[in-house]
């Protein structure tokens, strides 16, 4: 199919692109990767009469380092984050995650804000983002406000981004001495959305785990952190024992929507599984290094 006839706008600054944006409202949509857009125009599943191409504000695009946050534009793209080494330098899991995201075709074109704002329940960087408690901005003609990733997220495909209001930058706060991390998903085929996917991070002092941050992705409309189930396992020396029952608390905590094609227990399952693999991974990197 193709898509419903529209204006196509090329601003060529940000204050031109939050002026249209002021202007048309919800008659308009940005498009950046264009990887989700698209194609829900040519399924008339979105039909704007204004198209917004934000792709000659480079100013929107790079990752830098500023203060505790490794802060990345929205017009970023996907491999870009993926082989940054300022980011896999102090933010190891945002690149790893961005290194999953479908094929190689599409890390090219797809950014970061252009995923964040499809909110796709199964989305990589929205699991990253909330697990870590990005901040996210948000620019219109009115100004500039900051929203937490557990306020952004509204729902499935939902966001707290208003009609005349863009994403400009990510912060996401750097890695801290004795915190590793670790990403893992599981899909059908390779490239496909994830069924499920697990974000964590373990931070340890004195041999004991003095911090766990662990998202899940997949399992409900809108990625969640799981922080009640864990009060249990903080403070201890982590072991097999350790990892099992975290895994099984982390099958407990969700409770994942019954569908015919995927019913929830297999979500569940396969959140444990994951979780398990990856404190696996986290033991055995830590056993690795030299006392
Ligand atoms: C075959 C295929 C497989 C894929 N697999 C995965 C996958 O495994 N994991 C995954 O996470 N994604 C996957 N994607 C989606 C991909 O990551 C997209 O890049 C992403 O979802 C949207 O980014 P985009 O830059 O292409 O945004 P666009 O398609 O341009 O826009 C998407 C939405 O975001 C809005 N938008 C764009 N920029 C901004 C902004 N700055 N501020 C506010 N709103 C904005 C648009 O108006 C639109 O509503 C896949 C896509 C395809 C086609």
Redo the contacts with the bound molecule.
């Keep these: 199919m193709k898509p419903a006839s529209f204006e196509y706008h090329r601003p060529a600054s940000i204050g031109e692109a939050l002026k249209l944006l002021a202007e048309h409202r919800a008659e308009a949509?940005?498009?950046?990767?264009?990887?989700?857009?698209?194609?829900m125009m040519n399924m008339r599943l979105?039909s704007p009469a204004h198209l917004i191409d934000?792709n000659d504000l480079s100013e929107?695009a790079g990752v830098k380092k500023r203060g505790d946050l490794i802060e990345i534009g929205?017009?970023t793209r996907?491999h870009e984050v993926a082989s940054s080494s300022l980011a896999a330098a102090h933010c190891p899991l945002v690149s790893q995650a961005a290194s999953?995201?479908?094929?190689y075709a599409?890390r090219q074109?797809?950014?970061l804000?252009?995923?964040l704002?499809?909110a796709?329940p199964?989305?990589?960087?929205?699991l990253v983002a909330r697990t870590l408690d990005a901040r996210i901005t948000l620019a219109s003609h009115a100004g500039e406000r900051e929203l937490a990733s557990v306020e952004f997220f509204e729902g499935a495909m939902t966001t707290a981004?208003r009609p005349d209001?863009?994403?400009?930058r990510v912060g996401f706060p750097i890695q801290q001495p004795g915190e590793r991390s670790a990403f893992k998903l599981f899909?059908r085929r390779h490239?496909?959305?994830?069924i499920v996917s697990v974000a964590l991070v373990v931070g340890m002092q004195e041999g004991r785990v003095a911090r766990l941050q662990l998202g899940v992705g997949g399992a409900s409309p809108v990625p969640i952190r799981l922080d009640r189930a864990l009060d249990d396992f903080l403070g201890k020396v982590p072991d097999a024992g350790w990892v099992e029952s975290m895994a099984l608390a982390s099958y407990h905590a969700i409770t994942p929507e019954e569908s015919t094609r995927i019913p929830a227990i297999y979500r569940k399952e396969l959140t444990q599984t994951l979780v398990s693999q990856a404190l696996n991974e986290l033991l055995a990197e830590q056993e690795m290094e030299p006392a």
Excluded: C, F, N
Excluded at 100 to 103: L, R, S
Excluded at 165 to 168: G, W
């Design positions: 949509k940005l498009i950046s990767g264009g990887q989700s857009l698209v194609p979105a934000i929107l929205t017009l996907h999953t995201i479908g094929h599409i074109r797809g950014t804000g252009g995923s704002a499809h796709d199964a989305a990589q960087m929205s981004i209001e863009m994403i400009v899909s490239g496909d959305y994830a």
